[in-house]
């Protein structure tokens, strides 16, 4: 058995092909996840309510760089997985260096794929290969007024949005 926290890229299949195995319904989600907030938890309680297991692609400090500018991440991908895999609703965190989960959602095959309501369902990356194998692909909103942007911008003296 995989104990439940953070595992490495390397692990990914393996997890996902145990998973299955025991009969567990698997939740994929991703982001950043760069300072935690209310809104990221109640996502991820959000997306735990769907399954059993919980597995959170967490993107690495060079494909936010990549993806949110050079003042990003403010956490360390580390540090971000440690917090994230510590949270009730999420059983593993994986770091993932490329600039989508595609690779890591073909390496785990989870039942249930979910992101945050400002993508749509169609538009999810990975969405293709769990749709192909019967899973769902689902967004869940947002919390109004709860966001890492706002959250940068109130310490750096800005208004919180």
């Given amino acids: 058995m995989i104990r439940p926290g ?9 997890l996902g092909e145990q998973l299955r195995a025991e009969g567990k319904k698997i939740v994929f989600t991703n982001g950043v996840f ?8 109640t996502y991820l309680n959000d997306a735990r309510a769907l399954g059993d297991i919980l597995l959170v692609g967490v ?11 050079p003042s990003r991440p403010v956490v360390s991908e580390e540090d971000r997985a440690f917090v994230l895999s510590n949270l009730k609703a ?3 965190a994986v770091i993932f260096t490329d600039d989508t989960p595609y690779n890591l959602i073909a390496d785990v095959l989870p039942d249930v794929l979910v992101k945050g309501g400002d ?9 293709d290969i769990v749709r192909a194998r ?12 709860h966001s890492t942007t706002g959250i940068i911008g109130a310490i750096a003296g800005a208004p919180n949005t």
């Fill in 90 to 92: 999420v059983d593993y």
């Fill in 6 to 14: 953070v595992v490495d890229r390397a692990l990914a299949h393996e």
């Fill in 59 to 69: 993107n690495s400090d060079a494909s936010v760089k990549r993806l949110k500018g």
């Fill in 34 to 41: 760069d300072i935690l907030h209310r809104g990221h938890v």
């Fill in 119 to 127: 993508w749509a369902v169609d538009k999810i990356v990975g969405g």
């Fill in 134 to 145: 019967g899973g769902v692909v689902k967004n869940i909103p947002f919390v109004d007024g």
